[in-house]
């Protein structure tokens, strides 16, 4: 729905312009607008003075050089042109919309001068959404093999994580980039989206203290002022809205205090009449502050290629050398279910190496007991004919 509204108001935006007649007078002048109507003598034409400014203006056909009429499909032309570059992560389904879309302009208009461009956009959709139909992705506008996200899953979850934290504090939600960041933080200490992110997180943390201190700094106001409209109320409504507040206090008090035990997070969901939350937050917004201002980086140790160098090792059955970067990345520490899939896959081609070997020395052992046979056969048969 996001997309299609995008669409729709670059449409609003081009179309104006896009689809306007050109009107040339006879002393050169020239007029961007909509041909309303016209009489025996005259043009009436909306004239665009920018995307805008427009106003309605009379012109005499005797002053008219040249009327140039907007293409048809220029129109639609704006809608095929939004349809690329597409956004990251986009889904198989709405690959299938956009491609539609395009096929039904060619369709629609197949003596269009931008059958072309709209060809290669057709063909940019479709290559694409074949990699995103067999598992892939894209991600920072690359788009990403299903082999590709195996070996590195683990960075690429990370990035992913880390365009979450960029969304929600480019959208204000300091408290939500924050919790992401933690999860970040706390799984992903070894990835390049950590790396990059330490550039980024103290600038939301001062937004987010900021909002904290001035939420403090007006709750007694907001209180009061919420009291005052309380007591404006007849009894009916007040003794309800009271009883309302009461609920989601005690409901929101529940919710915070599984966020600590449960979730143990640093990241308060906030209510801004709650100062427990807010000064806890607060609190924890400074320490951050202190301990990234302390971090080192040169201490950093990427994860990433030792990752992928595992899940190289284990492409070309190199299982020794698979089982010592497995090893190494223990020292990574990192969740189990990027180390598991290692482990497994490592464990079914050592047991499948195993039984191959047992069956090779079954197999010279069968090929030496022919052999002996044989040779015994062969022996015996050439006692027997110098016996005769």
């Known amino acids: 729905m996001k997309i299609y509204c995008s669409l729709l108001c670059i449409t609003a935006i081009l179309s104006g312009i896009l689809t306007a007649d050109t009107i040339v007078l006879k002393t050169g002048t020239t007029y961007e607008g909509k041909i309303l109507s016209e009489t025996a003598d005259s043009y009436l034409v909306e004239i665009h003075h920018s995307k805008s400014i427009k106003d309605e203006r009379r012109i005499p056909k005797d002053q008219v050089r040249k009327i140039i009429e907007a293409e048809k499909d220029a129109k639609d032309m704006a809608i095929v042109k939004a349809l690329v570059p597409t956004p990251d992560r986009l889904t198989t389904a709405a690959y299938e919309r956009r491609i539609q879309t395009a096929k039904s302009f060619l369709t629609r208009y197949p003596q269009s001068t931008h059958l072309k461009e709209v060809t290669t956009i057709l063909k940019t959709l479709e290559k694409e959404h074949t990699v995103i139909a067999k598992g892939g992705i894209k991600l920072d506008g690359q788009l990403i093999s299903p082999s590709d ?109 599984n966020e600590k035990k449960e979730l143990k997070t640093q990241w308060l969901t906030i209510d801004p009449y709650h100062q427990g939350a807010l000064e806890y937050n607060l609190k924890n917004a400074e320490a951050e502050l202190k301990r990234l201002s302390s971090y080192d980086p040169s201490k950093f140790k990427p994860a990433g290629p030792t990752y992928r160098d595992a899940w190289s090792a284990l492409a070309k059955n190199n299982l020794e050398d698979a089982s010592l970067l497995i090893h190494h990345l223990k020292s990574f520490k ?36 022919l052999a002996a046979k044989a040779a015994a056969e062969k022996a015996k048969k050439e006692t027997m004919e110098k016996k005769k």
Not at 245 to 255: F, P, V
Not at 341 to 364: F, G, N, S, Y
């Open 149 to 257: 996200i195996e070996a590195n899953a683990y960075d690429i979850d990370a990035r992913i994580l880390f365009g979450k934290i960029k969304h929600a504090a480019k959208s204000g939600h300091y408290q939500r980039a924050l919790r992401r960041w933690e999860t970040l933080k706390n799984n992903y200490p070894h990835s390049t989206a950590y790396q990059s992110s330490l550039a980024m997180v103290p600038r939301i943390l001062f937004a987010h203290q900021s909002d904290l201190k001035n939420s403090l700094r007006t709750l007694k106001a907001r209180e009061a002022k919420r009291q005052s409209a309380l007591k404006s109320l007849n009894e009916g409504d007040r003794l309800r809205t009271i009883a309302a507040l009461a609920e989601n206090k005690q409901s929101y008090k529940a919710r915070i205090e």
């Open 334 to 369: 990192l969740p189990d279910r990027y180390t598991a899939p290692l482990v497994q896959r490592l464990e079914e081609k050592q047991t499948a190496q195993i039984k191959a070997e047992q069956q090779a020395a079954k197999d010279l052992a069968e090929q030496k007991r």
